[in-house]
C-alpha cells in the first residue's frame, strides 16, 4: 500500500512540475493573456524584418508587441499596430523606429520618448516614424563610392 502511495506522489509531483514549467514557458514567450495593453499605430516606409509579434521596446525593454501589418494600397506604406502594456504612458511627440539588435540580428521596433506633457492615447498614431535601413543598400553604397557627389 505505501508503494501505490509513493507512486501517486511523486506522479502528482511531476505532473504539477509539468504545469509549472508550460505556465513560465507561456509567460517567457509573450503566450501569456494576462499582460494587457492598449493599441497605437504607426505607418512605415520599410518594415524589413518586422512581423506580427516583434518586440516593441522602450530603452531596451519589451513594453509590447506588433498586433497587425497591413500594407496601404493608397499611400504604399505598411500601416502596423502594436500593443504597449497598460501603464506606460508615451507623449504624444514620440517617434518610432525599426532598430537592428547587430549586424546579424534582428529587427525590433522602438520608441524613442518625445517630451511633450500630453500622451498618446488607446488608437493614436505615432506620425514619426523610421523604417528599416536596409543593410545590402547601404554595402552597395559603400563599394560604389556613394551618390556619385
Known amino acids: 500500500m505505501s508503494a501505490v502511495r509513493t507512486e501517486i506522489t511523486v506522479g502528482a509531483g511531476v505532473v504539477a512540475v509539468a504545469i509549472g514549467f508550460l505556465v513560465y514557458a507561456g509567460q517567457v514567450s509573450g503566450f501569456s493573456s494576462s499582460t494587457t495593453g492598449y493599441p497605437l499605430t504607426a505607418s512605415f516606409r520599410s518594415l524589413e524584418g518586422v512581423s506580427v509579434g516583434t518586440d516593441v521596446r522602450l530603452a531596451g525593454v519589451k513594453i509590447g508587441s506588433v498586433t497587425n501589418v497591413t500594407l496601404n494600397p493608397q499611400t504604399f506604406r505598411a500601416d ?66 556613394g551618390d556619385g557627389e
Not at 81 to 88: A, M, R, Y
Not at 107 to 119: A, M, R, T
Not at 125 to 138: C, K, P, Y
Open 80 to 145: 502596423t499596430e502594436f500593443s504597449v502594456l497598460n501603464g506606460i504612458e508615451l507623449p504624444d511627440d514620440s517617434a518610432i523606429v525599426i532598430s537592428s539588435e547587430g549586424l546579424l540580428g534582428g529587427n525590433f521596433v522602438e520608441i524613442l520618448p518625445g517630451g511633450s506633457p500630453f500622451n498618446l492615447e488607446s488608437g493614436a498614431e505615432i506620425e514619426d516614424t523610421q523604417g528599416a535601413v536596409s543593410l545590402i543598400g547601404l554595402l552597395m553604397k559603400f563599394v560604389s563610392g
